[in-house]
């Protein structure tokens, strides 16, 4: 990711297109082969480009609003012809309206960049929350209660692990932002509902297919209990399941969970 950040306002970085009026929090979709477009909600404008000539170039994403610096987003890992959109509004309670964009990456099943520009009192600062498998974010709810949008995802890193991508089972992962970096919350007692909701559909996969096709869901299953501490009883049941056909699969999956920190 790469981010320039202006010191000039919106008209000091050239003519733009006459803003769309978006919906606040609401996703836009922008397409390449409809060229430089800009869209406004509230007193936030964003304007969205290529970096380049063809629509394999990047998406530039160009944010301002009165009275701050300018801010332009360029994220040269993403591809401006798929999945460009962005939208705008608070995401932090009482405060002014913040942005949200994201692009796509590339490659089979995958991804979503996604980066937040955060509106503070010296203008927006860029937060990166990474590459997401996906179709992207959604508009964040405060469903911590500190005031700050939280962003649902799922843990990214159990697709393909012990399984073909389809035989995956990824738990939720949950991020917001504090203290101006992306940060994981999902160990926070708030979100333990996700988890067991989570926990009880990974685990009646687990136990619905045969051996050769459970991994993906046995290791959602564990992942889930890990984070709500039953993780000994879960153990026990995968074990013997897999006690003829695999016997190292749980002890590979606790490895794994402890270097997510799931386990200590």
């Known amino acids: 990711m790469r981010w320039l950040i202006g010191l000039a306002g919106l008209l000091a970085i050239g003519a733009a297109p006459v803003p769309r009026t978006i919906a606040p929090a609401k996703f ?6 409809g060229g430089t477009r800009s869209f406004r909600s509230g007193d936030v404008t964003v304007r969205v480009s290529l970096s380049g000539k063809d629509s394999d170039s ?3 994403f160009t944010i301002s609003a009165p009275g701050t610096p300018v801010l332009r987003i360029s994220n040269d890992d993403t591809i401006a012809h798929y999945g ?3 939208a705008i509004g608070p995401l932090v309670r009482g405060a002014p309206s913040s942005v949200i964009v994201q692009a796509w990456t590339g490659g089979a099943h995958c ?4 980066v ?29 209660g ?5 962003f649902q995802f799922v843990d990214n890193a159990l697709l393909y692990k012990f399984d073909c991508y389809a035989c995956s089972w990824a738990p939720p992962q949950i991020m917001t932002i504090r203290a101006g970096k992306a940060t994981d919350i999902s160990t926070e007692p708030v979100f333990r509902r996700l988890f067991v909701a989570d926990m009880a559909k990974a ?3 687990c136990f619905a297919q045969d ?32 006690a003829k056909d695999d016997p190292d699969f749980v002890s590979s999956v606790a490895a794994f969970l402890r270097e997510r920190n799931y386990l200590r």
């Open 28 to 33: 836009v979709e922008w397409k390449a082969e």
């Open 146 to 150: 500190d005031g700050v949008a939280d």
């Open 116 to 144: 937040v520009a955060l509106r503070g009192d010296r203008g927006f600062k860029p937060i990166d929350l990474g590459i997401w498998d996906g179709d992207g974010a959604v508009w964040p709810k405060d469903a911590s």
């Open 84 to 86: 460009t959109s962005i």
């Open 111 to 114: 991804c979503m960049h996604i």
């Open 203 to 205: 685990r009646k996969a």
């Open 211 to 242: 051996t050769v096709s459970a991994h993906g869901a046995c290791a959602g299953y564990l992942a889930d209990a890990a984070r709500l501490g039953q993780f000994a009883q879960a153990k026990g049941e995968v074990s013997r399941r897999f």
């Open 58 to 60: 990047a998406p530039v």
